[in-house]
């Protein structure tokens, strides 16, 4: 097994970036051929309009890069992540200077940062930096939620194709049918696989869950915005914005009720819970002109003035329901006379069958006959995947490929078609990269 080719691939190959000599020194040294630090230096790039070619065309694993590199372009530190053959890690060597350089940075993809000048010290914790963000970079594209950038053709294809934007409100007559799960993998897909700029709303008086189960700070949330607009009686899509947390790629979340005594808030409640639906119709108003998509994530109870607004307001509403009989009578009661008595367009809602399992003993048909709903999409019994996503603080369509990411993805589908195509993409490239790790972290002998 030391023949000269598993050598060398078991070695990163790396670009230094940087713009002063001095830093280019150390790295020399340290990478020099034959070190025991695994890492070979290639080349120095002076010119940032140079990088990606020359990155490319030398097999670099990792480029080491200084921001201020003249003529560099931020976008090629994704452009470099998601280079076809393998991805080219981008470690952010940042100017002494003060600056907000680390932010951008990470924001651009980079993986790992070293504060210039260099000095032996940093170049030593360098070696860790660069082998962890290797090791990432693999585990990434070879994972089936691995997400590329689009070619260039399947990007017009796409941008060809007919869609809408459009407000979700996800809605079910009890708890615990599956609402937050359907809302937080729509907005995923809709927002991250999808890429479309997307709002995931938790819209839920009942109290908020939807930042526990994606990792979020829950400091910025409804209720902060909701404070303002009480205050001063009008909302600007800066300050709806300023409240948003964003998660990964184009998703953006609102966060809800984190404490369940605020949602008695004069700011929710007030006036007879007047205030709460001027602010739900404002903040729903402003979302649709800031977002493609907006997905809500809605309490069950419809006597609620600021949930009432918030279905008045959306074009589709799913309606969760599980395969069981008695939820299916009591859904189809409270739907009746929510559209005898508040007047709502009944073409559009949709039923979202959750949890749904063969041997359950209620069929599909005998689910829409029951609530006389067409059926937008069903979602199989997951067992525990389902509660090992939320363990991981990850929406589990971004985690696994499997039937319940297949169903969740049907019904995104229908709301935004082109993720139709995007999804089958991404299936073929999540199997097939398979084999390349197992190559990968074989020559890198993990
Ligand atoms: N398709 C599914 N398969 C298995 N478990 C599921 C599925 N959908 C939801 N669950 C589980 O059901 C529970 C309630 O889901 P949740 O989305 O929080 O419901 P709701 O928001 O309607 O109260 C959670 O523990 C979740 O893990
Ligand atoms: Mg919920």
Same mark, same amino acid.
């Given at each position: ?181 359907? %809302?937080?993998?729509? $907005?995923? =897909?809709?927002? #991250? *696989?999808? !890429?479309?700029?997307? &709002? ?109 607004? %918030?279905?008045?307001? $959306?074009? =589709?509403?799913? #309606? *969760?329901? !599980?395969?069981?009989? &008695? ?120």
């Amino acid at each position: 097994m030391t023949d000269q080719s598993s050598q060398s691939e078991r070695r990163v190959k790396l670009v230094a970036a940087l713009r002063e000599w001095g830093d280019v020194q150390y790295l020399t040294v340290a990478f020099a051929p034959g070190n025991q630090a695994g890492i070979d230096m290639l080349t120095w790039c002076q010119d940032g309009a140079r990088l990606f070619q020359d990155a490319v065309s030398l097999g670099a694993d990792v480029v080491i890069l200084d921001p201020r590199l003249p003529n560099f372009a931020l976008e090629d530190v994704q452009r470099l992540y998601h280079y076809e053959e393998k991805p080219i890690v981008v470690i952010a060597a940042l100017p002494p200077e003060p600056g907000d350089w680390l932010e951008r940075m990470s924001t651009a993809g980079a993986l790992g940062h070293v504060q210039l000048p260099l000095t032996e010290e940093s170049t030593r914790r360098l070696v860790g930096i660069i082998h962890t963000a290797v090791q990432r970079a693999l585990q990434e594209r070879a994972s089936s939620s691995y997400i590329p950038q689009l070619a260039p053709e399947a990007a017009r294809v796409i941008a060809s194709q007919g869609w809408q934007r459009a407000t979700v409100v996800v809605w079910a007559a009890k708890g615990g049918v599956g609402k937050t799960t359907v %809302a937080e993998n729509i $907005a995923a =897909l809709l927002g #991250v *696989v999808g !890429n479309r700029k997307t &709002a995931l709303v938790d819209l839920n008086m009942a109290g908020g869950n939807v930042h526990i189960h994606l990792g979020l700070r829950p400091e910025k949330n409804i209720f902060s915005l909701a404070s303002l607009y009480e205050f001063r009686k009008s909302m600007k899509a800066g300050d709806v914005q300023a409240h948003m947390a964003p998660y990964r790629g184009n998703l953006w979340v609102l966060v809800g009720v984190p404490r369940q005594h605020m949602a008695g808030a004069s700011c929710f409640m007030g006036e007879e819970g007047e205030v709460g639906k001027r602010f739900t119709i404002a903040l729903m108003d402003l979302l649709r002109q800031m977002f493609d998509f907006v997905i809500v994530d809605l309490g069950q109870d419809l006597n609620h003035k600021m949930h009432l607004a %918030a279905l008045r307001a $959306a074009d =589709l509403v799913l #309606v *969760v329901v !599980n395969p069981e009989m &008695a939820g299916l009578l009591d859904t189809h009661e409270v739907l009746e006379a929510l559209f005898e008595h508040v007047q709502l367009d009944k073409s559009r809602f949709r039923l979202v069958v959750n949890r749904f399992h063969p041997d359950a003993g209620i069929s599909r048909r005998e689910i829409v006959e029951v609530l006389r709903l067409s059926e937008i999409g069903v979602v199989p019994e997951a067992g525990t995947l389902v509660t090992a996503s939320l363990n991981a603080r990850r929406p589990l369509v971004l985690s696994h490929n499997s039937p319940v990411s297949d169903g969740l993805a049907q019904v995104a589908s229908s709301i935004f078609p082109p993720l139709a195509q995007i999804w089958k993409q991404k299936g073929i490239l999540g199997r097939g990269r398979k084999g390349l790790l197992d190559r990968v972290l074989d020559a890198l002998g993990a």
